[in-house]
């Protein structure tokens, strides 16, 4: 199976957010949503992708900010 894998730099640092999903699918994993979750639910409507769950890879500030406001936003 081929994946997809849109990278995003965001917040002040400019983390890397990463929004993984089989290659055509409508479902998405969304990796270290920092910050900027407008900007990732713009992305994932872009690539015509729903966000299926958020993982985080570890607990620094920069890769947890937008988890709460992604998770209201996306259901």
Same mark, same amino acid.
């Given at each position: 199976?081929? #994946?997809? !894998?849109? /990278?995003?730099?965001? &917040? @002040?640092?400019?983390?890397? =957010?990463? #929004?993984? /999903?089989?290659? &055509?699918?409508?479902?998405?994993? !969304? !990796?270290? @949503?920092?910050?900027?979750?407008?900007?990732? /639910?713009?992305?994932?409507? /872009?690539?015509?992708?729903? =966000?299926?769950?958020? #993982? !985080?890879? +570890? &607990? +620094?500030?920069? +890769?947890?900010?937008?988890?709460?406001? #992604?998770?209201? &936003?996306?259901?």
């Amino acid at each position: 199976m081929a #994946l997809d !894998v849109t /990278r995003l730099e965001l &917040g @002040p640092i400019g983390t890397n =957010c990463y #929004l993984v /999903r089989a290659a &055509g699918s409508a479902e998405a994993v !969304v !990796v270290d @949503p920092g910050a900027d979750a407008a900007e990732i /639910r713009l992305e994932l409507a /872009r690539l015509g992708a729903g =966000c299926t769950a958020i #993982l !985080v890879t +570890h &607990g +620094h500030w920069d +890769h947890l900010g937008g988890i709460a406001d #992604l998770a209201e &936003g996306t259901g």
